[in-house]
């Protein structure tokens, strides 16, 4: 999908600090140091023990596309400081009218399951370019990784029973409408009622008719004989406008009609009440009445809990329409990405300085240097289960020298806690080059590559991260040398200001 939104550039969804901070760059030369910026979440959503990694090729492609147009420079040219000047001189607006991006991106695939901590996107080029990018990338990074968490949660809770994505009506805008329809697909529900969502993704599109449809005639019974008239083929009736089992019984009778003319009732929609009771009472109804196929599909502000609940209850549902507390994150309305810069080449010898961010609170004690990451996996006839995650350092001559028989891993958040990863173990590195000097290096997956990307790496965890409630905590730590590098940044930067430390620090 291109620039839906934006006839022209979209160079401007950014926020006035990032340029501000550029100007700042190019006025005092620094425009073009290198600089190394990680993208990554400090806290799971919903409470999850894993998350799913989405929004990359939406994002690639805004940065493929990124420029300034003339309409862009004009209305910076309008912005004026506390004193009523122009905020930008004009030598400043002509540099971004030919800025061409030299970055490289490494980052996560879609569908990746991922964990706090760990970056989902590697930015490395020019601090000006980069800085440029922060707002636009986590805009679209942490929408979808929300919503696509959430309908992994989801589509966990109906157990490989069909959900489909019900919520453009609800969401935040057209845009989040599409984006979250998006990312829920990647998540693993298997359509969308999103019709523009379907021609601008290729996403299946699923749908049945509304209580207007039942209201507007005289009686249900001839508004259902109506709607299998118009669209044979695609019979499901919503039958709680006003007696539920009594609408399941008028639907069955419509459908021995369509039988007759050689199509087939394909099924019935719950959307109100105990969708326990009620879908086993219509299961019994639509069994005795000779269609044992048509399935029941069941809305009504559903997710995970509720669905899973429901399951527990023995309820007769098989397609599960969920809508608001999917495409709005219902219980957490954003994820807490953030973008931090975590190096800075030095000119002279080209080589990385770390950089690091401190804090009282230490969740927000940025992690420095060039980092990756790396899974480690055990495979045992031919099924293979994760291990562990271990963030380390690109360059580190622990993990990419002579391998040691073991890596040790910290928990960012909690020293005391560390684990022992065998170095025999199979590995593998979760990012991926990208982009190469602005430019693309492979192409994007298709989206039902990416789902089925989700679908298949959450084969690989236990049940225990993939629960509800109280989930297993994953490992993922810190490689020792990497923890080490981190803590001592950490204590230079709190010393007092006369002494001079060892490594440079971002404040």
């Given at each position: 999908m291109?620039?839906?939104?934006?006839?022209?550039?979209?160079?401007?969804?950014?926020?006035?600090?990032?340029?501000?901070m550029?100007?700042?760059?190019?006025k005092?030369?620094?425009?073009?140091?290198?600089?190394?910026?990680?993208?990554?979440?400090?806290?799971?959503p919903f409470?999850?023990?894993f998350?799913?990694?989405?929004?990359?090729?939406?994002?690639?492609?805004?940065?493929?596309n990124?420029?300034?147009?003339?309409?862009?420079?004009?209305y910076?040219?309008?912005?004026?400081?506390?004193?009523?000047?122009?905020?930008?001189?004009?030598?400043?607006?002509d540099?971004?009218?030919?800025?061409?991006?030299?970055?490289?991106?490494?980052?996560?695939?879609?569908?990746?399951?991922?964990?706090?901590?760990?970056?989902l996107?590697?930015?490395?080029?020019?601090?000006?370019q980069?800085?440029?990018?922060?707002?636009?990338?986590?805009?679209?990074?942490?929408?979808q990784?929300?919503?696509?968490?959430?309908?992994?949660?989801?589509?966990?809770?109906?157990r490989?029973?069909?959900v489909?994505?019900?919520?453009?009506?609800?969401?935040?805008?057209?845009?989040?409408?599409l984006?979250?329809?998006?990312?829920?697909?990647?998540?693993?529900?298997?359509?969308?009622?999103?019709?523009?969502?379907g021609?601008?993704?290729?996403?299946?599109?699923?749908g049945?008719?509304?209580?207007?449809?039942?209201?507007?005639?005289?009686?249900?019974?001839?508004?259902?004989?109506?709607?299998?008239?118009?669209?044979?083929n695609?019979?499901?009736?919503?039958?709680?406008?006003?007696?539920t089992?009594?609408?399941?019984?008028?639907?069955v009778?419509?459908?021995?009609?369509?039988?007759?003319n050689?199509?087939?009732?394909?099924?019935?929609?719950?959307?109100?009440?105990?969708?326990?009771?009620?879908?086993?009472?219509?299961?019994?109804?639509?069994?005795?009445?000779?269609?044992?196929?048509?399935?029941?599909?069941?809305?009504?502000?559903?997710d995970?809990?509720?669905?899973?609940s429901?399951?527990?209850?023995?309820?007769?549902?098989?397609?599960?329409?969920?809508?608001?507390?999917?495409?709005?994150?219902?219980?957490?309305?954003?994820?807490?990405?953030?973008?931090?810069?975590?190096?800075?080449?030095?000119?002279?010898?080209q080589?990385?300085?770390?950089?690091?961010?401190?804090?009282e609170?230490?969740?927000?004690?940025?992690?420095?240097?060039v980092?990756?990451?790396?899974?480690?996996?055990?495979?045992?006839?031919?099924?293979?289960?994760?291990?562990?995650?271990a963030?380390?350092?690109i360059?580190?001559?622990?993990?990419?020298?002579?391998?040691?028989?073991e890596?040790?891993?910290?928990?960012?958040?909690?020293?005391?806690?560390?684990?022992?990863?065998?170095?025999?173990?199979?590995?593998?590195?979760?990012?991926?080059?990208?982009?190469?000097?602005?430019?693309?290096?492979?192409?994007?997956?298709?989206?039902?590559?990416?789902?089925?990307?989700?679908?298949?790496?959450?084969e690989?965890f236990?049940?225990?991260?993939k629960?509800?409630?109280?989930?297993?905590?994953?490992?993922?730590?810190?490689?020792?040398?990497?923890?080490?590098?981190?803590?001592?940044?950490?204590?230079?930067a709190?010393?007092?200001?006369?002494?001079t430390?060892?490594?440079?620090?971002?404040?």
């Amino acid at each position: 999908m291109k620039n839906l939104f934006f006839a022209g550039s979209s160079a401007l969804l950014t926020d006035l600090y990032q340029l501000t901070m550029a100007y700042g760059y190019w006025k005092s030369g620094r425009a073009d140091i290198g600089a190394n910026f990680q993208l990554y979440f400090r806290k799971p959503p919903f409470g999850s023990g894993f998350s799913v990694a989405c929004g990359l090729a939406p994002a690639l492609e805004w940065i493929e596309n990124f420029s300034f147009d003339a309409s862009d420079l004009e209305y910076l040219a309008t912005l004026r400081g506390a004193d009523e000047r122009a905020l930008f001189e004009p030598k400043f607006l002509d540099y971004l009218g030919d800025l061409k991006l030299e970055i490289d991106v490494d980052a996560m695939p879609e569908g990746t399951i991922c964990f706090a901590q760990e970056p989902l996107l590697r930015v490395q080029g020019p601090v000006l370019q980069c800085q440029l990018l922060e707002t636009a990338l986590l805009n679209i990074l942490n929408f979808q990784t929300l919503i696509a968490t959430k309908a992994a949660r989801i589509a966990l809770a109906a157990r490989g029973e069909a959900v489909l994505e019900f919520g453009a009506r609800r969401a935040q805008g057209i845009d989040g409408a599409l984006s979250a329809s998006r990312a829920a697909f990647v998540g693993g529900v298997a359509a969308t009622s999103n019709v523009l969502a379907g021609k601008c993704f290729d996403i299946p599109v699923k749908g049945t008719h509304a209580h207007s449809w039942v209201m507007l005639f005289d009686s249900e019974l001839e508004a259902f004989e109506t709607y299998a008239d118009a669209l044979p083929n695609n019979v499901v009736f919503l039958v709680d406008t006003y007696d539920t089992l009594e609408g399941t019984r008028r639907a069955v009778e419509i459908g021995r009609k369509l039988r007759q003319n050689g199509h087939d009732l394909l099924g019935i929609r719950l959307d109100s009440g105990d969708l326990a009771y009620l879908s086993i009472e219509a299961r019994k109804i639509l069994d005795a009445g000779g269609f044992p196929d048509a399935t029941i599909f069941a809305s009504n502000d559903l997710d995970e809990h509720l669905i899973a609940s429901l399951k527990e209850q023995g309820a007769q549902i098989a397609v599960w329409g969920v809508g608001t507390r999917l495409v709005t994150g219902h219980d957490q309305p954003a994820l807490g990405g953030v973008y931090k810069l975590t190096a800075v080449r030095d000119a002279a010898t080209q080589k990385w300085e770390p950089r690091v961010k401190i804090s009282e609170q230490s969740i927000k004690i940025s992690t420095p240097g060039v980092t990756g990451v790396r899974r480690y996996f055990s495979c045992v006839g031919g099924k293979c289960q994760n291990v562990a995650d271990a963030i380390y350092e690109i360059g580190s001559e622990t993990m990419d020298g002579a391998s040691p028989n073991e890596v040790l891993i910290v928990d960012p958040l909690d020293a005391l806690h560390r684990r022992r990863v065998s170095s025999q173990l199979e590995c593998r590195e979760l990012l991926e080059s990208v982009i190469r000097d602005g430019k693309r290096v492979k192409p994007s997956p298709s989206l039902l590559e990416s789902r089925a990307r989700t679908l298949a790496e959450l084969e690989g965890f236990s049940s225990g991260i993939k629960r509800f409630v109280n989930p297993h905590q994953y490992p993922v730590g810190l490689e020792a040398g990497l923890h080490e590098k981190k803590m001592a940044l950490v204590l230079q930067a709190r010393e007092p200001r006369s002494a001079t430390p060892d490594f440079a620090v971002e404040r």
